[in-house]
């Protein structure tokens, strides 16, 4: 079955612009949840929506904010663009909410800010 | 605040060699898995351990759960240049029902032929 569908794979983005990312989750999957990756601080958890409800909310500012559709795809936004926010941005997705799930990570989006 | 700490952070050894990669917190997990991730890409699941003490065997790969689960390891043996990756583990479930996970600062390893 198709993996994890993360839109668009590159972007480049101009400092205070923002930027949608998009997340289709594996068929079935109602869990999403959204990681920032960036060399120097690793992969960094950032919400986790489940039936159109955040669940979970990493330590980042207001300006990261994301939602979940009753089809459970995601979107993540940003606004007001920092340099600090280039990173690859994954999305994962999983059958349930609960611990020990299976989660599967798609091929994340690449987000450069200039 | 949660942590895990991987260890070595690097590695680079001949193919056919065996390797160990720790991963350990202070903290108890109810899962921990281990991804592989390459360059450009998503990373990868390997495994998920949920019981203390259990051990995985996948081909050359033997992964380990703590007895407390607060600590795991990836076993590689006959390393070969397509295991060339970053490897993280990822702890999981703390907190009740959750896909939450805390990565763990990775292991970049380079499989030299």
């Known amino acids: 079955k198709a993996g994890v569908t993360q839109t668009p794979r590159y972007l480049i983005k101009t400092r205070g612009q923002q930027v949608t990312l998009s997340c289709s989750p594996i068929s079935g999957h109602r869990s999403v949840s959204w990681y920032q990756q960036t060399p120097g601080q690793g992969l960094q958890f950032l919400f986790e929506y489940f039936s159109e409800t955040q669940r979970n909310k990493g330590n980042f500012p207001g300006r990261f904010s994301g939602r979940q559709f009753s089809n459970s795809r995601s979107e993540m936004n940003v606004s007001t663009l920092e340099l600090g926010d280039s990173a690859l941005y994954l999305c994962?997705?999983?059958?349930?909410?609960?611990?020990?799930?299976?989660?599967?990570f798609g091929e994340g989006s690449w987000l450069t800010v200039v | 605040t949660q942590l895990l700490e991987q260890s070595p952070q690097f590695l680079s050894i001949q193919e056919g060699e065996n390797l160990t990669v720790y991963c350990n917190s202070s903290s108890v997990f109810s899962s921990l898995q281990w991804y592989r991730q390459e360059p450009g890409e998503g990373p990868v699941l390997l495994v998920t351990?949920?019981?203390?003490?259990e051990v995985k065997k996948l081909k050359r790969l033997t992964f380990q759960f703590g007895d407390a689960r607060k600590d795991s390891s990836l076993h590689i043996t006959a390393a070969q240049t397509g295991d060339t990756g970053l490897y993280l583990c990822?702890?999981?479930?703390?907190?009740?029902?959750?896909?939450?996970?805390?990565f763990g600062t990775g292991t970049l390893l380079a499989v030299q032929p």
């Open positions: 994962a997705s999983a059958l349930r909410s609960a611990a020990g799930n299976t989660i599967y």
């Open positions: 990822a702890g999981g479930g703390y907190g009740g029902a959750t896909n939450k996970l805390i």
């Open positions: 351990v949920v019981t203390g003490g």
